[in-house]
């Protein structure tokens, strides 16, 4: 009987071509064959207006004694899926997925005598933020990105532009390690050259083989069908103007010839197929002003299916020796048949080959800049930009939702899904609104069961940040004092047993280690007082955290007791306001809060 064999550094069926693995201490059967070839929300605008730009020269600058800090995030997902039951063959360990994020701090250095720029990049706040591996341990993975923030990396940018690391000693990117999605991200930010000569929004041209890096091992040896660089618009962004920047690279469908190994060891020719695709889009915003990347998006696709000619199962091949009454030995080379592989038109499908393993392999990844003093209106700008379908993000946003349960919304009727905030006045309410203030309100839907209105008062100018079926975010100004204002998700009451009050401080600290607008880490309670808004029981908590740029954040987060199961938060925070200046804003704004379902 021929067996297909494999091991832990993969599958022993090959092409006949050059081959390589994505990552072979996994086990994935991902090969790679070729050469490859060079290769309007909140606080964003489109400029299609007369002012606008005609042409602009779309390239970055790296300065010495600039500072650039960017937060970063990625995930990683890989799913094998094998049509094997009648081959003997070890599948791939996988499912493999996980999150990660970090800060990178970036330092410009003098050039040196040939032009190089160095760049030293500085990791901090490294976290793992979900993980399910069976390619390595949780703990192993962990080490690899911590192992980052131990000393600073070192990058080079060229004279034309080209990127690249210093004392970098692997050969390749590993994709079972976080710590070199975070090193091609930051490549991704060292980018300068864009277009050679001033170009005008919509227009078309190659790139230069900017972003598919030669360390990439999933893109290594693939050959190149198609790749452009597209300056697609120029929006304002909390300020800044920025020009939107698209890159799209795909590697040709390969379709080669595969051989299959014996379990003696005898490599067998023609005995399948081996085809694998990729596509690279990268997406990004550069300030025309600085000079500089202020947000990158990455999205990387590499599918491989692997077919066999022919089925592979011990009872189409049995055992000779097994059949034979009298126990004779079987001739090494049958008389009838020279072929070694069974006879493949014996249970072939009409197309003469049986799916056998196929591989989808995803990473993303995002970089923004965070500015420096606020960056609350920043990042709430880009939070809307990355929202919007033609961001190329919206349908990673559900796995980016900051712990939002998506399957609630889902499940909902969308009928009562009304997410979209409105200005009400004072009649609709029966509540007076403080001069100064405009009351909004938002429908806040947890499900088919509980759908009610929740108004609350909101002083100075207000923008919507955040919208969605769960929470809204708004930003409002009064004088010098920027708040943020959120308002949901309703959280369950599944507390029996617990005082009004008791209960209360448990959906305190729950909300305060999930739902934090900006956080980057669980908040931190320093004191509470029972209250009652709106007839309702309720507890006010002041509390403090760590924002997402890691400026420090202070505010005052409501909860109300519902008696139809839900417990509805508003939260009122800042990152640079006097406490003394804004605890006595928060609580008017928390205490104007109406409820209606």
Same mark, same amino acid.
């Given at each position: 009987?021929?067996?297909?064999?494999?091991?832990?550094?993969?599958?022993?069926?090959?092409?006949?071509?050059?081959?390589? &693995?994505? &990552?072979?201490?996994?086990?994935?059967?991902?090969?790679?064959?070729?050469?490859?070839?060079?290769?309007?929300?909140?606080?964003?605008?489109?400029?299609?207006?007369?002012?606008?730009?005609?042409?602009? +020269?779309?390239?970055?600058?790296?300065?010495?004694?600039?500072?650039?800090?960017?937060?970063?995030?990625?995930?990683?997902?890989?799913?094998?899926?094998?049509?094997?039951?009648?081959?003997?063959?070890?599948?791939?360990?996988?499912?493999?997925?996980?999150?990660?994020?970090?800060?990178?701090?970036?330092?410009?250095?003098?050039?040196?005598?040939?032009?190089?720029?160095?760049?030293? /990049?500085?990791?901090?706040?490294?976290?793992?933020?979900?993980?399910?591996?069976? /390619?390595?341990?949780?703990?192993?993975?962990?080490?690899?990105?911590?192992?980052?923030?131990?000393?600073?990396?070192?990058?080079?940018?060229?004279?034309?532009?080209?990127?690249?690391?210093?004392?970098?000693?692997?050969?390749?990117?590993?994709?079972?390690?976080?710590?070199?999605?975070?090193?091609?991200?930051?490549?991704?930010?060292?980018?300068?050259?864009?277009?050679?000569?001033?170009? +005008?929004?919509?227009?078309?041209?190659?790139?230069?083989?900017?972003?598919?890096?030669?360390?990439?091992?999933?893109?290594?040896?693939?050959?190149?069908?198609?790749?452009?660089?597209?300056?697609?618009?120029?929006?304002?962004?909390?300020?800044?103007?920025?020009?939107?920047? *698209?890159?799209?690279?795909?590697?040709?469908?390969?379709?080669?010839?595969?051989? /299959?190994?014996?379990?003696?060891?005898?490599?067998?020719?023609?005995?399948?197929?081996? &085809?694998?695709?990729?596509?690279?889009?990268?997406?990004?915003?550069?300030?025309?002003? /600085?000079?500089?990347?202020?947000?990158?998006?990455?999205?990387?696709?590499?599918?491989?299916?692997?077919?066999?000619?022919?089925?592979?199962?011990?009872?189409?091949?049995?055992?000779?020796?097994?059949?034979?009454?009298?126990? *004779?030995?079987?001739?090494?080379?049958?008389?009838?048949?020279?072929?070694?592989?069974?006879?493949?038109?014996? *249970?072939?499908?009409?197309?003469?080959?049986?799916?056998?393993?196929?591989?989808?392999?995803?990473?993303?990844?995002?970089?923004?800049?965070?500015?420096?003093?606020?960056?609350?209106?920043?990042?709430?700008?880009?939070?809307?930009?990355?929202?919007?379908?033609?961001?190329?993000?919206?349908?990673?946003?559900?796995?980016?939702?900051?712990?939002?349960?998506?399957?609630?919304?889902?499940?909902?009727?969308?009928?009562?899904? =009304?997410?979209?905030?409105?200005?009400?006045?004072?009649?609709?309410?029966?509540?007076?609104?403080?001069?100064?203030?405009?009351?909004?309100?938002?429908?806040?839907?947890?499900?088919?069961?509980?759908?009610?209105?929740?108004?609350?008062?909101?002083?100075?100018?207000?923008?919507?940040?955040?919208? #969605?079926?769960?929470?809204?975010?708004?930003?409002?100004?009064? *004088?010098?004092?920027?708040?943020?204002?959120?308002?949901?998700?309703?959280?369950?009451?599944?507390?029996?047993?617990?005082?009004?009050?008791?209960?209360?401080?448990?959906?305190?600290?729950?909300?305060?280690?999930?739902?934090?607008?900006?956080?980057?880490?669980?908040?931190?309670?320093?004191?509470? #007082?029972?209250?009652?808004?709106?007839?309702?029981?309720?507890?006010?908590?002041?509390?403090? &955290?760590?924002?997402?740029?890691?400026? =420090?954040?202070?505010?005052?987060?409501?909860?109300?007791?519902?008696?139809?199961?839900?417990?509805?938060?508003?939260?009122?925070?800042?990152?640079?306001?006097?406490?003394?200046?804004?605890?006595?804003?928060?609580?008017?704004?928390?205490?104007?809060?109406?409820?209606?379902?």
């Amino acid at each position: 009987m021929t067996r297909i064999t494999a091991n832990k550094t993969g599958l022993s069926l090959r092409p006949t071509t050059i081959a390589t &693995a994505i &990552a072979t201490a996994a086990g994935v059967f991902l090969l790679t064959m070729g050469t490859a070839s060079p290769a309007t929300p909140h606080g964003a605008a489109r400029s299609g207006t007369p002012n606008a730009p005609r042409s602009i +020269s779309l390239q970055a600058e790296l300065k010495p004694g600039q500072l650039l800090r960017y937060e970063l995030e990625g995930s990683v997902s890989f799913v094998p899926q094998a049509d094997a039951s009648d081959a003997a063959v070890s599948p791939a360990r996988g499912p493999c997925d996980y999150s990660l994020a970090a800060i990178v701090t970036l330092r410009p250095r003098p050039p040196d005598k040939d032009g190089n720029t160095p760049v030293e /990049a500085t990791y901090s706040e490294t976290r793992v933020t979900s993980f399910r591996c069976s /390619a390595v341990s949780q703990a192993e993975f962990k080490k690899r990105v911590a192992s980052l923030q131990t000393a600073p990396s070192t990058f080079r940018v060229g004279p034309h532009g080209e990127t690249g690391l210093i004392q970098f000693r692997a050969s390749y990117f590993d994709y079972w390690n976080g710590a070199d999605l975070l090193r091609k991200l930051t490549l991704d930010l060292l980018q300068t050259k864009f277009s050679s000569q001033p170009v +005008s929004p919509g227009a078309l041209w190659k790139p230069r083989g900017q972003f598919a890096y030669a360390k990439d091992y999933g893109l290594h040896q693939l050959e190149l069908s198609a790749a452009s660089l597209k300056f697609k618009d120029v929006v304002e962004m909390a300020g800044r103007s920025c020009a939107w920047i *698209n890159s799209k690279y795909i590697f040709s469908p390969l379709d080669v010839p595969a051989s /299959a190994t014996t379990r003696e060891g005898q490599v067998l020719q023609g005995t399948g197929n081996n &085809a694998v695709a990729a596509i690279l889009e990268i997406s990004l915003l550069l300030d025309s002003a /600085a000079r500089h990347v202020v947000w990158v998006h990455r999205s990387q696709t590499i599918d491989n299916r692997l077919t066999l000619a022919s089925t592979y199962a011990e009872a189409d091949d049995p055992d000779p020796a097994a059949e034979d009454p009298a126990g *004779n030995e079987p001739d090494a080379d049958p008389p009838d048949s020279d072929a070694v592989v069974p006879d493949a038109r014996i *249970n072939r499908p009409d197309n003469g080959r049986h799916p056998f393993m196929s591989f989808h392999f995803h990473e993303d990844g995002w970089a923004r800049l965070l500015p420096q003093g606020s960056s609350t209106e920043w990042l709430a700008a880009l939070r809307s930009f990355e929202a919007t379908p033609e961001a190329g993000t919206a349908a990673s946003g559900a796995a980016r939702s900051r712990g939002l349960p998506g399957p609630v919304a889902q499940a909902a009727n969308p009928a009562v899904l =009304n997410k979209t905030t409105r200005v009400v006045v004072d009649s609709d309410t029966l509540l007076a609104t403080p001069v100064g203030f405009t009351r909004y309100e938002k429908a806040l839907c947890r499900d088919t069961w509980f759908c009610a209105s929740v108004s609350v008062a909101l002083p100075g100018s207000v923008e919507v940040a955040d919208d #969605t079926v769960l929470r809204s975010v708004y930003l409002a100004k009064k *004088n010098d004092v920027l708040v943020s204002v959120a308002v949901g998700p309703a959280l369950d009451r599944r507390s029996p047993g617990l005082t009004e009050e008791e209960e209360l401080q448990k959906h305190a600290k729950y909300y305060l280690s999930n739902y934090v607008w900006m956080a980057v880490k669980p908040g931190i309670g320093t004191s509470s #007082t029972p209250a009652t808004i709106d007839g309702y029981p309720a507890l006010i908590t002041e509390f403090s &955290a760590t924002q997402r740029d890691l400026a =420090n954040i202070h505010g005052t987060l409501g909860l109300i007791l519902t008696p139809w199961g839900k417990v509805v938060p508003v939260s009122c925070t800042s990152d640079h306001a006097a406490a003394a200046e804004l605890q006595p804003l928060c609580e008017q704004i928390i205490t104007s809060v109406s409820l209606r379902r």
